[in-house]
C-alpha cells in the first residue's frame, strides 16, 4: 500500500511538471523586434530566447533571398562513404548551411515527395495533414499534399507535416512536446529555416513564434511547415567566420541544402 502511495504521488508529479512545461511553451516572451545579423548578401541569421524553464533554449533561424542562393536536397544513399548527418551532407556538397529533412523510414528510405534538380527521387505520400513545400521559378510556395501537382519548373521539393502557418494563420495542431525544424516563407518571398536548441516545444508554439512578425519579435512567416523534428532535427552552416553545428546522434535519410547561385 505505501508504495503504491509513493508511485501514485510520483505519476501525479510528472502531470504536473508536463502541464508546467506545456504552460511555458504557450507563453513564449518574444523581444521586441527581431534583429537579424547578415552573413552574406540574401542571408542572414537570428536567435531567438525566451521560454521560462529553459534558460539553455534557443531557436535559431535564417532568413534566405532565393534571388541569391538555391536549394537542394542531398541524400545519404548513394556516396563513397557514409554520410548519415545534416553536417556531412553540408560539407560534401560545397554548401553553406543545410537542416535535416523529411520523415523516413528505418532503413533510411524518403517518405513523401523529393524532388532534386527538377527530377522526382521520391513519389508523394497521400497522407492528409502533410504539406509540400516546392520552389517553382524560383519562388517558394507551401501547399497540402492533395493540392499539389506536378508542375513545370519545379527544382526542388520536400514533402512533410504538418503545415504549422496557412496563409497567415495557424491550424489546429496536435498537443506534445519535441525539438522541431520547419521551413518557412514572408510575405516577400523570403525562405525562413528554423531549428529549435535543446528547446522541447509544442508545434502550436512553434507555430506562433514563426507566424508572429519580425516587428512583434518573431519569424514573420505567412505560410510554414514542419519537418521531420525529435531526434531529427539538425543543422549545420559554416559561412565565413560564422559557424553554427547543431548535432544529434540520429542517422537521417536527407536533408535540405543551401547552395550559392553561381
Known amino acids: 500500500m505505501y508504495i503504491k502511495k509513493i508511485l ?28 537579424w545579423q547578415s552573413l552574406l548578401p540574401g542571408l542572414a541569421y537570428t536567435q531567438l530566447y525566451a521560454i521560462p524553464g529553459f534558460p539553455l533554449g534557443a531557436i535559431h533561424a535564417f532568413k534566405i533571398d532565393l ?17 548519415l548527418i545534416v553536417k556531412d551532407l553540408v560539407m560534401s556538397n560545397n554548401a553553406v548551411l543545410g537542416i535535416n529533412g523529411g520523415f523516413f523510414s528505418p532503413g533510411l528510405e524518403p517518405i513523401g515527395l523529393r524532388i532534386k534538380d527538377g527530377q522526382q527521387v521520391s513519389p508523394i505520400k497521400h497522407i492528409s495533414w502533410w504539406g509540400v513545400f516546392y520552389i517553382k ?58 531549428v529549435t536548441d535543446r528547446l522541447p516545444i509544442s508545434t502550436k508554439t512553434f507555430a506562433h ?21 525529435g531526434s531529427s532535427s539538425q543543422i549545420y552552416a559554416q559561412i ?18 543551401v547552395l550559392p547561385n553561381s
Open 67 to 83: 534571388k541569391y542562393f538555391h536549394l537542394q536536397m542531398a541524400f545519404t544513399e548513394n556516396t563513397v562513404r557514409p554520410l
Open 137 to 194: 521559378n524560383d519562388k517558394p510556395f507551401i501547399v497540402s499534399q492533395k493540392n499539389f501537382k506536378t508542375y513545370n519548373n519545379i527544382s526542388f521539393a520536400v514533402e512533410s507535416g504538418p503545415r504549422l502557418v496557412i496563409n497567415g494563420r495557424i491550424p489546429s495542431l496536435k498537443p506534445g512536446l519535441s525539438f522541431r525544424s520547419a521551413l518557412g516563407i514572408t510575405a516577400n518571398n523570403n525562405l525562413i529555416i528554423a
Open 240 to 257: 565565413g567566420f560564422f559557424n553554427l553545428d547543431l548535432p544529434s546522434l540520429s542517422p537521417i535519410a536527407d536533408a535540405v541544402l
Open 209 to 229: 513564434i514563426l507566424q508572429t512578425p519580425e516587428a512583434d519579435g518573431g519569424l514573420g512567416c505567412i505560410n510554414a511547415l514542419n519537418l521531420d523534428g
Open 8 to 35: 501514485h504521488y510520483l505519476e501525479k508529479r510528472k502531470i504536473i511538471i508536463f502541464c508546467l512545461l506545456s504552460i511555458a511553451c504557450c507563453n513564449f516572451a518574444f523581444a521586441a523586434v527581431t534583429t
